[in-house]
């Protein structure tokens, strides 16, 4: 048998130290998180993308499925029918694309988002306006948009970037 990527599922809120039992143990690991500004300083500066899951890239005949289930944290393999199913390649990368995209955009709500384009605002006291996205402000989790008044007249507004999303088509 040849390595190959599993699902790993942890206990909850227990992925990071689950991470490093299984670097202690020198197990290939993909832990995707994203980066967060909290508006605590002391909380935690990184999410998981997946909540409760880490990837594993082992080969099962060599580590043994139960020195995976029953790691300290683990709460055992992605199964389906008491087998553990193996993740493409491809799909382990494309997600570490996506990861890399949104952390490199500033968050979730921002990623995709380009000057220029149309944006609705979601709450807060613009709510149900449109706008057009400007910047990502940086060392905050606050945007600048251009807000359209009467007259044609547009007023840059900074907002929370939770209070923004990109205008659906149609």
């Known amino acids: ?32 998180v994203l980066r967060v500004k909290p508006v605590n300083p002391r909380s935690r500066k990184e999410r998981p993308y997946f909540p409760g899951y880490l990837f594993v890239h082992v080969d099962l005949a060599e580590t043994g499925f139960s020195s995976l289930q029953w790691m300290p944290g683990a709460n055992g393999l992605v199964t389906f029918g008491g087998e553990p199913s193996p993740i493409p390649d491809n799909l382990i990368e494309a997600i570490r694309q996506r990861v890399a995209a949104v952390n490199q955009a500033g968050g979730e709500q921002l990623a995709g988002l380009k000057a220029g ?28 948009v251009l807000l359209q008044l009467l007259q044609g007249r547009a007023m840059r507004v900074e907002l929370p970037a939770a209070a923004i999303g990109k205008k659906k088509r149609g």
């Open 1 to 32: 048998m040849t390595a190959a990527w599993y699902a790993l599922r942890s206990k909850p809120h227990k992925e990071n130290m689950l991470f490093g039992q299984l670097s202690a143990y020198q197990v290939e690991t993909f832990y995707p």
């Open 117 to 144: 384009d149309a944006v609705h605002i979601h709450s807060g006291p613009f709510a149900g306006y449109e706008a057009i996205f400007d910047a990502s402000l940086s060392g905050s989790e606050r945007v600048r």
